[in-house]
């Protein structure tokens, strides 16, 4: 198995995220605290490249010590800037083509976003009815807490900017990855 990374274009509208959250100056700072050849591989990342989810991972609980989030806002401050980051990956021409689509075809690209961003792990996802659909993370046992987080984020963003309202996610740890349940209003 190839370690856990993430695209490079994830990367990059992470990065913006958190600079936007927590402001750039925190950002540089907190990456003092990398060790040098992990912050230069975060700094010169490229769209085409991937990132290991441990750089990723060290970088949002650096950003969140150097911001002074206290432990207990940490889940809050991960899904803040994970949709932030979807919010715009998907807010281009998708925005436009979301709104038009069934939530049906909705939920069913979800996967293909998620591998778009990550080279490991496969989701499947279902509309269970009106309203509700299953997101089952297989095949990544291993997922750390801040992409299980960012991952619910990003299914949450992807409903809200197709025009879904009260959007809400669960989810769950299992053996072979995440479960996320999602409800809205059509």
Do not use: C
């Amino acid at each position: 198995m190839s370690e856990p990374s993430l695209s490079g274009h994830a990367v990059l509208n992470s990065r913006q995220s958190l600079e936007e959250i927590a402001g750039k100056d925190v950002v540089l700072r907190a990456l003092e605290d990398l060790p040098d050849d992990e912050r230069e591989q975060y700094l010169s990342i490229t769209a085409e490249a991937w990132l290991p989810v441990r750089i990723a991972d060290e970088v949002q609980r650096a950003v969140a010590r150097e911001a002074g989030i206290p432990p207990g806002d940490f889940a809050g401050f991960v899904r803040a800037f994970s949709h932030r980051s979807v919010e715009r990956m998907v807010s281009t021409v998708w925005k436009v083509l979301l709104r038009f689509t069934s939530d049906k075809a909705l939920v069913e690209r979800t996967p293909e976003l998620f591998s778009h961003t990550y080279n490991l792990g496969k989701l499947s996802a279902t509309v269970d009815e009106p309203g509700r659909g299953t997101v089952t993370l297989d095949e990544w046992p291993g997922i750390s807490d801040e992409q299980m987080i960012g991952t619910a984020a990003g299914i949450e963003a992807v409903l809200q900017t197709a025009g879904r309202k009260n959007v809400e996610i669960r989810w769950q740890r299992t053996a072979t990855g995440a479960r996320y349940v999602a409800t809205w209003t059509p």
